[in-house]
Nanobody
Framework: QLQASGGGLVQDGGSLRLSCTAS????????IGWFRQAPGKEREGISC????????WYADSVKGRFTVSNDDAKRTVYLQMNNLKPEDTAVYHC????????????????WGQGTQVTVSS
């Protein structure tokens, strides 16, 4: 299971740090992704991190503003979001990435409950 937390309401240009705590699988051997979905829009994969080697990926929409990191001992992945914009408003989820898949393909069995991020202009 995965659980995202840390969302909230911030102003344009503000920052938030999301956390994703994982259980029920080998955290170290897997890739964890962050996804978001805004009302009326498609689900978007925005970042992921490979827990074994720390390799990361970012979508163009968040590159340079968001940073993903992990803490193996805490089985937690973080998403530091800086310079937030109103268009970042969405429900943010974390999920385990499918083995062998790219960072936009999540494992349906390990999709976490989301946390709401709202950025006011």
């Amino acid at each position: 299971q995965l659980q995202a937390s840390g969302g909230g309401l911030v102003q344009d240009g503000g920052s938030l740090r999301l956390s994703c705590t994982a259980s029920g699988f080998s955290f170290h051997d897997n890739v964890i992704g962050w996804f978001r979905q805004a009302p009326g829009k498609e689900r978007e994969g925005i970042s992921c991190i490979g827990n074994m080697f720390g390799s990361t990926w970012y979508a163009d929409s968040v590159k340079g503003r968001f940073t993903v990191s992990n803490d193996d001992a805490k089985r937690t992945v973080y998403l530091q979001m800086n310079n937030l914009k109103p268009e970042d408003t969405a429900v943010y989820h974390c999920a385990r990435i499918r083995v062998g898949g790219n960072c936009r393909k999540y494992d349906d069995d390990f999709w976490g409950q989301g946390t709401q991020v709202t950025v006011s202009s």
